[in-house]
C-alpha cells in the first residue's frame, strides 16, 4: 500500500517575501557595482595610455633620436626629424631608449621636447597602463561578478600587452 503525502501550498509571510525581494536587490546592486568598478579600470587605463599611444601610433612629427646621456628615468639626445627641420635636443623613457648610444625611431609630442618610441615595442609599451588595468579588472571580475572564463581572458589580455611589451624593449 502506497501512501500518498497531500502536496499543499504554504504561503510564505509578507516579511519572509519582502526580505526575499531586498536580498535579491542587494545582490543585483553589487553585481552592477562591480561591474562598475571594472568599466572605471578599463577606461582609466585607456584614458592612461591614449595620450602616449595616440602619438607612438600616429604621431605627426617622427624622426630619429641618438641617446648620448641618461639619468635616473629619463634619457636624452638629439632629435633628428625625418622631414624638414632642423635637429634639436629631446628627452626619451630611459626604459625604452636601450642606453647610450642607440639611435631610435621616435615621434615628438606635440608642443614639447619629450619623444616617444614609435614601432611595435613603443606602441605596446605605450599600452601598458591598460594591460595593467584589464589584470586589476580580472580581479574584480572574477571576484565581484564571479565570471571566471571572462576574467580569465581580461588577465591574459593584460599580461599579454605588458609581456609583449617587455619583450619586445628588451631583445
Do not use: H, N
Given at each position: 500500500?502506497?501512501s500518498?503525502?497531500?502536496?499543499t501550498?504554504i504561503?510564505r509571510?509578507?516579511v519572509r517575501?519582502l ?9 543585483l546592486?553589487?553585481a552592477?557595482l ?8 578599463v ?8 595620450d ?21 628615468e629619463?634619457c636624452?639626445?638629439?632629435f633628428s626629424p ?7 635636443k629631446?628627452t ?14 621616435v615621434?615628438r609630442k606635440?608642443g ?23 589584470l ?10 564571479r ?6 581572458a ?6 599579454l ?7 619586445l624593449?628588451?631583445?
Open positions: 500500500m502506497s500518498r503525502v497531500a502536496q501550498k504561503k509571510s509578507r517575501r526580505g526575499e525581494s531586498a536580498f535579491g536587490m542587494l545582490l546592486a553589487r552592477a562591480m561591474a562598475l568598478i571594472a568599466l572605471v579600470l577606461v582609466a587605463g585607456v584614458w592612461t595610455s591614449w602616449t599611444a595616440s602619438v607612438a601610433m600616429r604621431g605627426d612629427e617622427r624622426g630619429t633620436v641618438t641617446v648620448t646621456t641618461c639619468g635616473d629619463r636624452s639626445g638629439t625625418a622631414g624638414p627641420g632642423e635637429a634639436s629631446v626619451v623613457s630611459q626604459f625604452v631608449s636601450g642606453g647610450r648610444g642607440e639611435t631610435l625611431e615621434a606635440p614639447s621636447d619629450q619623444v616617444v618610441r614609435t614601432g611595435p615595442a613603443g606602441v605596446l609599451y605605450a599600452w601598458v597602463p591598460l594591460g595593467g588595468a584589464l586589476l579588472a580580472s580581479l574584480v571580475i572574477a571576484g565581484g561578478l565570471m571566471r572564463k571572462t576574467a580569465l581580461t588577465g591574459v589580455c593584460g599580461a600587452v605588458m609581456g609583449g611589451a617587455w619583450a624593449l628588451t631583445f
